[in-house]
Antibody, heavy 123, light 107 residues
C-alpha cells in the first residue's frame, strides 16, 4: 500500500525559503497515471492546494502562490519536493503531500495523504 | 479562479439523523468534485469523487450528488464516527480549490 511521509524543518524565519520533501514508499513515483501534490492548512482554516507534479516533470501551481513555489521530483529517490520562498507568518500551516491517481489527465482528488508537518514562520 | 462555497459552516445533528452539506462552485465544474472527511490531527480521507462515486471502503450511508455548480453530500443514519469536518474540492482545468469546510458536531 502506497504511503507518503513529509520531512523538513518545523520552523522557518520570515523571508526565508521553506524546503520540504515527500518520500513515497510502497509504490513507484514514476507511474504515468500519478500526480503528486502539496496541500497546506493554516491553523483553524481550510485546505489550500499549493501545486502538483507528474514524474515527467510537468508542474501545476496554485496561481496565488505560483510566483513563490517550485515543486520538483527525484525519481531515483522516489521523492518529490516543495520550495516556497519569501515565507511570512501567513504561510504558517500544516503542509501535506498527497497522491492524485483517479485520472491520468492531470491533478485531481487526493488519496492517500501524508500525515502532514507543521511549519511555523517566526523569527 | 473557481471558488468553492460550502454551507453550512457548522451543522449540529444527533446519531441516527440524516444530514446534507452543500458545495457551490463559482462556475460550472461539470462533475469534477470530491468530498473529504477530516478529523483533528488527521489527514483528510477521500469519501466521494466525480461528484457521486463512492471511494472504495467508504460506507454506503455516504452519498454525493450534483453537477455544474451545485453539489451535495448526504450522510444518512449518522454514526458516532461521522462527527468530523467535511470538505469539498474541485479539480478541473489543471486547477484545484477546496471549500472552507463544514464542521458536523453532535447536538
Amino acid at each position: 500500500q502506497l504511503q507518503l511521509q513529509e520531512s523538513g524543518p518545523g520552523l522557518v524565519k520570515p523571508s526565508e525559503t521553506l524546503s520540504l520533501t515527500c518520500s513515497v514508499s510502497g509504490g513507484s513515483i514514476s507511474s504515468s497515471s500519478y500526480y503528486w501534490g502539496w496541500i497546506r492548512q493554516p491553523p483553524g482554516k481550510g485546505l489550500e492546494w499549493i501545486g502538483s507534479i507528474h514524474y515527467s516533470g510537468s508542474t501545476y501551481y496554485n496561481p496565488s502562490l505560483k510566483s513563490r513555489v517550485t515543486i520538483s521530483v527525484d525519481t531515483s529517490k522516489n521523492q518529490f519536493s516543495l520550495k516556497l520562498s519569501s515565507m511570512t507568518a501567513a504561510d504558517t500551516a500544516v503542509y501535506s503531500c498527497a497522491l492524485s491517481s483517479k485520472y491520468s489527465s492531470g491533478p485531481n482528488c487526493f488519496d492517500p495523504w501524508g500525515q502532514g508537518t507543521l511549519v511555523t514562520v517566526s523569527s | 479562479d473557481i471558488q468553492m462555497t460550502q454551507s453550512p459552516s457548522t451543522l449540529s445533528a444527533s446519531v441516527g439523523d440524516s444530514v446534507t452539506i452543500t458545495c457551490r462552485a463559482s462556475q460550472s465544474i461539470s462533475s469534477w468534485l470530491a468530498w473529504y472527511q477530516q478529523k483533528p490531527g488527521k489527514a483528510p480521507k477521500l469519501l466521494i469523487y466525480k461528484a457521486s462515486t463512492l471511494e472504495s471502503g467508504v460506507p454506503s450511508r455516504f452519498s454525493g450528488s450534483g453537477s455544474g455548480t451545485e453539489f451535495t453530500l448526504t450522510i444518512s443514519s449518522l454514526q458516532p464516527d461521522d462527527f468530523a469536518t467535511y470538505c469539498c474540492q474541485h479539480y478541473s482545468g489543471f486547477s484545484i480549490t477546496f471549500g472552507q469546510g463544514t464542521r458536523l458536531e453532535i447536538k
